[in-house]
């Protein structure tokens, strides 16, 4: 502390000249930055503060509660991937088609599960949505891909790549290019389990649960 005194004192005379005409003597600009810096603490002056065993150990636990909840999160959401491309890989695999289309029959059942759900409630949208893409989907294999599966898989990557912006298209005419809002029902909408100071939603584990058993 007495070192950085030193050198600002040091700075401030040697800058005498420029204070002059201002009417400060080097004395006088000498004592006024060692009156300002009298009271100084050592936090001030650029020593660390101290920290607590208490402090590290609550930082610690953020830390572990906050990895912990991304991990899971992350595991979520890859599970939902693994979903929405299972399907893909097994009519790919199976009957040798590429469908890039498959994705955006995806997003018409989420539209179509939020609509009806605004209609007749959540449980029953969540029967009739996968009915009604599951109808839509065969219908584009029986009138579109069966026609294009003899030209190779060229042929197949336009035609479902045009379809995925005619279902795209024809989404933002009827719902808009904002989010919608679906809510989570309250039956699946609680607490699953405490993590730290944090809760893992039902629904989250449901999600899980119905791809683990998909796998």
């Not at 299972?86 to 040798?96: D, H, N, R």
């Not at 609509?115 to 959540?122: M, N, S």
């Not at 042929?155 to 005619?166: D, K, N, P, R, S």
Request: glycine fraction near 10%; proline fraction near 5%.
């Amino acid at each position: 502390a007495a070192d950085h005194l030193q050198d600002g004192a040091a700075a401030v005379a040697g800058r005498h000249a420029y204070l002059a005409p201002c009417g400060c003597s080097r004395a006088a600009a000498q004592r006024a930055f060692a009156g300002a810096c009298v009271g100084l603490s050592p936090r001030t002056l650029g020593t660390p503060p101290r920290t607590s065993a208490y402090d590290s150990n609550g930082a610690r636990a953020l830390m572990l509660e906050l990895a912990t909840v991304s991990l899971l999160n992350g595991v979520v959401y890859g599970l939902l991937l693994f979903m929405l491309t299972s399907g893909l890989t097994l009519i790919f695999s199976m009957m040798g088609v590429l469908n890039f289309a498959h994705a955006s029959v995806f997003m018409l059942g989420a539209y179509l599960s939020f609509q009806f759900g605004r209609w007749i409630g959540f449980w029953p949208a969540l029967v009739i949505a996968p009915v009604l893409c599951g109808l839509f989907g065969a219908a584009i294999e029986r009138y579109g891909l069966r026609r294009v599966h003899a030209r190779g898989h060229v042929a197949e990557i336009l035609f479902t790549f045009g379809l995925a912006y005619v279902i795209e298209e024809i989404v933002t005419m009827i719902w808009g290019r904002n989010a919608v809002a679906n809510p989570v029902p309250a039956a699946i909408d609680f607490p699953l389990l405490q993590i730290f100071g944090s809760t893992f939603p039902a629904y989250k584990g449901l999600m899980m649960a119905i791809s683990v058993t998909m796998f």
